[in-house]
């Protein structure tokens, strides 16, 4: 408080002082404005990509397929000793989705799918290559289970077709038969009145 204030309340005596002081000490603070609540960022952790790591991987694939049956479950061997680096399994999955080894394509979609969600060193810059390998094989994989229920359908309808032949044939018979029967009947005499004798 300053002076002019404490020597008033002397003035007028120690009860209206008081009276002053604790109408002084309840008095409602000015109201603050409502702070709006600080949004903290979510810190970006920045990505390495080497685009120079993929130049490799890329000729890789380029020559698995000149590559013969027992070159490539060489190369099978070769890789499954190795480390499993995103790189190796990358190679692998390359391996694996080859159209010579059809039975594969799902492992090789499995494989191709733990590099996009790895954390690995040098994962991340996998990733571009390893992405559309994995659009690549599962297009593939839907053209082949087509390919597979078309080659079952129309298995099926050969065989309709064969039973359907089959019987034709067997009416053929069966018409040539009675053809024949007809055939081996004699013939019934022509009818005539006698009338046309020699005069």
Do not use: F
Request: charged share 25%.
């Amino acid at each position: 408080m300053n002076s002019a204030l404490i020597k008033r309340l002397l003035r007028h005596g120690w009860l209206s002082a008081l009276v002053i002081v604790a109408g002084c000490a309840t008095a409602p603070a000015p109201e603050k404005e409502a702070e709006e609540p600080v949004v903290e960022e979510t810190p970006r952790i920045e990505v390495k990509v080497d685009e120079t790591a993929m130049l490799p991987l890329l000729g890789y694939l380029q020559r698995l397929p000149g590559m013969s049956a027992l070159e490539l479950a060489r190369e099978r061997k070769t890789l499954a000793a190795l480390p499993q680096t995103p790189s190796v399994r990358l190679r692998l999955a390359m391996l694996l989705g080859q159209a010579r080894t059809p039975a594969n394509l799902p492992r090789a979609q499995g494989l191709l799918a733990g590099i996009l969600k790895s954390n690995e060193a040098n994962a991340n810059s996998l990733h571009p290559l390893a992405r559309l390998l994995a659009m690549h094989y599962g297009e593939r994989q839907k053209l082949e289970q087509q390919n597979a229920r078309l080659a079952a359908q129309m298995n099926e309808l050969e065989g309709r077709l064969g039973d359907s032949q089959r019987h034709n044939d067997e009416l053929q018979r069966k018409i040539d038969a009675l053809a024949d029967i007809e055939r081996s009947l004699p013939k019934p005499p022509a009818s005539g009145n006698g009338a046309g004798g020699a005069r």
